[in-house]
């Protein structure tokens, strides 16, 4: 797992848990202790986390000073090649709705350069404001702006309004970003807020896919999503095919592949 990838999955346990222990950590994440000490000791550095006996707490800031601002910078080649790797799956002319997050607007940009070649617009309705400024006024592309009240930080697009919102509408493909991926838990998410949006969004189209990075897998998160058979296809990094990859992860990959969810490794 690469660093920053762990870095940002570290990152968001603690400021869900508020306060987290060395060893919870660890088993969530697949590593050692030791690890997870150099690991919060680098977000320490960072302002984004404070060390405390035995693990670690939240720092009382905004959530701008550790939310998508802070995230957008890691992995960015990563990010990249998911995302022209999820634009090559989309067909032309189909309805889409991306989800937030820093690996989706990398998914933008790329349908944005695949559109302006394509025959016929590409409709892509954001949860986000990032993916939002990503496609606005992009030649082939109609984009919508679903409503919703934009979370401090995160700058996603969440509550009521934006669940009432997609309830109006349908789509062709789901491009969901996820915060966690187990063989237990099946996909789940940080915040009740992100994932009563998700579920909702599943509802609403008629095939989906999840894009994240390796670093998700055989992490569990706070709030259920849905099962792992409610997508149809993973997108990650090659990394998961790695055969060091921590044992919760490859048994992640297994229940995966045994819930029917084909994994493209980008």
Do not use: Y
Not at 46 to 68: H, M, N
């Amino acid at each position: 797992m690469a660093v920053p990838d762990r870095l940002d999955v570290t990152l968001r346990l603690v400021r869900n848990a508020g306060r987290v222990s060395l060893a919870d950590l660890a088993a969530r994440l697949g590593v050692s202790e030791m690890t997870v000490r150099r690991d919060l000791d680098a977000l320490q550095a960072r302002g984004l986390v404070e060390r405390v006996r035995g693990g670690a707490v939240a720092v009382a800031e905004p959530e701008s000073a550790a939310g998508f601002a802070a995230r957008a910078g890691w992995q960015s080649a990563v990010k990249d090649r998911l995302g022209r790797a999820v634009a090559d799956l989309v067909e032309p002319g189909s309805t889409v709705l991306l989800d937030a997050g820093t690996t989706t607007v990398h998914v933008a940009r790329a349908l944005a350069d695949r559109a302006a070649t394509d025959r016929g617009p590409l409709t892509v309705a954001a949860l986000s404001l990032p993916v939002a400024a990503a496609l606005a006024d992009r030649p082939g592309i109609r984009l919508l702006v679903v409503g919703g009240e934009s979370r401090p930080g995160e700058q996603s697009l969440a509550g009521p309004l934006t669940a009432a919102v997609l309830r109006q509408l349908t789509f062709d493909l789901f491009v969901m970003s996820i915060g966690a991926v187990s063989a237990e838990a099946g996909w789940t998410e940080f915040t009740l807020e992100d994932a009563a949006v998700k579920q909702v969004a599943l509802e609403q189209a008629r095939t989906s896919l999840v894009v994240a990075d390796a670093a998700k897998l055989g992490v569990r998160a706070f709030a259920a999503v849905a099962p792992l058979g409610a997508v149809g296809r993973l997108v990650t990094d090659s990394s998961a095919r790695d055969p060091q990859l921590s044992p919760v992860a490859q048994d992640t990959l297994a229940a995966l592949e045994s819930a029917d969810v084909e994994v493209v490794c980008a």
